[in-house]
């Protein structure tokens, strides 16, 4: 069975500092790998993806993930975080045998300290 | 153009009631998903419909739970006698198609809470 962890429920960060957040995924095949952020009180929106091609993964609001097989692991980074970037962040996986069913990991809290 | 949209956003019930939760998917989806996020919690897959074809129920946690969707736009999620287990945030998603490549596109929620 696939499962995806998120090895942190919180991280604070001061503002400016870089961040990661990590994500370890299992699967026996081959999958597509997602981080949704969900600002207060909003629903979740994707942030970037993985499909295939380059393992690094550049999305919206100066985010980036690096997508490593063999350690199955998919970590969220920024350079800078900024006040705005206070959300929870959701890893998720999907199998590319065609499987619609998102995979969660149970997320990470970013707390942005000024 | 517009998004998925959910209602009511809030909804407070007392338990043993029945509620509804309606989710409007985005035009031309022909996916849609269901999932429950519980404090502190990941999401929690409910139900997936694509187009015509039978849904896949197999996130349900008990036969309390039902949905629909019908002419394969409008759904609504059904619970019938509410327990204070319920109570969680309800999300609605759609995507293009099955394919685990696309992304889905969430709905705000409806927030319920069973008294």
């Known amino acids: ?114 | 153009g517009a998004g998925v949209s959910q209602s009511p956003s809030n909804k407070v019930t007392e338990k043993g009631k029945d509620v509804e939760l309606r989710c409007d998917p985005i035009s031309g989806h022909t996916a849609l998903y269901w999932y429950r996020q519980s404090l502190g919690q990941g999401l929690e897959f409910l139900i997936y419909f694509q187009g015509n074809s039978a849904p896949d129920k197999s996130g349900l946690p008990s036969d309390r739970f039902s949905a629909e969707r019908t002419g394969g736009s409008v759904s609504t999620l059904t619970i019938q006698r509410t327990q204070q287990e319920d109570s969680a945030v309800y999300l609605c998603a759609s995507s293009r198609t099955t394919s685990g490549r696309y992304e889905q596109y969430f709905g705000p929620g409806t927030r319920l809470t069973v008294t």
């Not at chain 1, 997602?34 to 091609?53: E, M």
């Not at chain 1, 998919?74 to 975080?81: E, G, Q």
Request: proline residues 4%.
């Open chain 1, 1 to 114: 069975a696939q499962s995806v962890t998120q090895l942190d429920s919180q991280v604070p960060v001061f503002e400016e500092a870089p961040v990661e957040l990590r994500c370890n995924y299992s699967s026996s095949v081959s999958v597509y790998l997602f981080w949704y952020v969900q600002y207060p009180n909003q629903g979740l929106q994707l942030l970037l993806k993985y499909l295939s091609g380059s393992t690094l993964v550049k999305g919206i609001n100066g985010f980036e993930a690096e997508f490593n097989k063999s350690q199955t692991s998919f970590h969220l980074r920024k350079p800078s975080v900024h006040i705005s970037d206070t959300a929870e962040y959701f890893c998720a996986v999907s199998l590319m045998d065609s499987n619609y069913q998102l995979i969660w990991g149970a997320g990470t809290k970013l707390i942005i300290k000024p």
